[in-house]
């Protein structure tokens, strides 16, 4: 069955300095009051589809098919966007509802961007440091640790703790499921028609889910944003807080982006950026980048799904060959 495939694209310029958040939002929560989903549906448009690019590139496909017919990718799903044409140069099972891993917290940070207070100071309780999934990514803030939300932002966009984006949502709204509401709320004014998030931080859970076109609409809207471009090019970060013995502390946390890391490379003539990991059971090996090349275009990848994270890396780079080939 045919359908069409908008894969909305912003050019370079949009994503550098795109429209921001109204002052009067801003101003709204910058005292931190808690937010609700019906606040960020009342503050939508819907007539202006605040979650799409004015110019759209539209392609029709059936459902489950790729837009090269080969078998270089292998993955779950994949995505390639060139920004500054809004051209989908590749696209795989865009709209297939797959577990996002730690791909969820975009639209953690996408909130915390728009609603929140960078400088607010948050009071680790254990609830938000609490897990039941063995393995799981935290950054390792303890209960009564005072961290203010910027350095929380940033240790969940580059080091990925699961820690610190559970305690985003919590501070923002209260607990978890009032959060997972308004993520559910802030999607769909972006249009991001096929996620439904339980959590802040993209453990597996049962209706936990998204698409890859979903995830290039809250990954564009972030990247209208400067502290999370900062965030993602990071290559560590370094953290100051308060103990909760009120001691000043301090850790640096490495970026798990493997390009950065220097265990691979990507293909010659393209540049990485930055951008987002995530790797659960269900979800497998994710990431999605923001690169450019030598001629100064620029891009959105996305792969969904891989096995492993050497999987994820190579599916990857095969992606990014489609730079040179276009």
């Known amino acids: 069955m045919k359908r069409g495939i908008i894969a909305a694209a912003c050019c370079t310029a949009m994503l550098i300095s795109g429209c921001q958040p109204s002052s009067g939002l801003l101003n709204k929560y910058s005292e931190m009051e808690l937010l609700t989903s019906s606040d960020v549906l009342s503050l939508v448009d819907p007539e202006k589809g605040e979650g799409y690019a004015a110019d759209l590139a539209v392609v029709s496909v059936s459902d489950n098919e790729a837009s090269i017919s080969d078998t270089t990718i292998t993955t779950d799903a994949a995505l390639l966007i060139q920004t500054n044409t809004q051209e989908a140069l590749y696209y795989k099972n865009i709209y297939e509802p797959l577990a996002p891993a730690s791909l969820t917290k975009l639209m953690t940070g996408l909130l915390v961007l728009k609603y929140g207070n960078m400088d607010d100071i948050v009071t680790i309780t254990e609830e938000m440091v609490y897990t039941d999934v063995a393995g799981a990514q935290m950054a390792g803030f303890a209960a009564g640790d005072q961290v203010s939300v910027r350095d929380l932002f940033y240790s969940m966009i580059v080091y990925s703790g699961n820690d610190t984006s559970t305690a985003l949502g919590i501070h923002m709204s209260g607990s978890v499921e009032e959060f997972a509401k308004l993520m559910n709320s802030e ?86 950026f930055g951008g987002k990991t995530g790797t659960t059971g269900a979800a497998g090996a994710c990431l999605i980048l923001y690169t450019t090349d030598d001629g100064e275009n620029s891009y959105i990848s996305l792969i969904l799904g891989g096995d492993d994270k050497p999987e994820l890396y190579q599916q990857m780079n095969s992606l990014l060959s489609m730079i040179q080939k276009n």
Do not use: W
């Open 187 to 272: 999607a769909a004014s972006l249009g991001a028609a096929n996620t439904h998030f339980v959590n802040a931080c993209g453990l597996d859970e049962d209706g936990h889910e998204t698409c890859a076109y979903d995830l290039y609409l809250m990954f564009n809207a972030c990247m209208q944003y400067e502290d999370f471009r900062n965030a993602i090019s990071q290559t560590s970060y370094t953290v100051n807080y308060t103990s909760a013995s009120g001691a000043a502390a301090s850790k640096t946390l490495p970026n798990t982006n493997l390009y950065f890391t220097g265990d691979y490379t990507p293909p010659e003539g393209v540049h990485i």
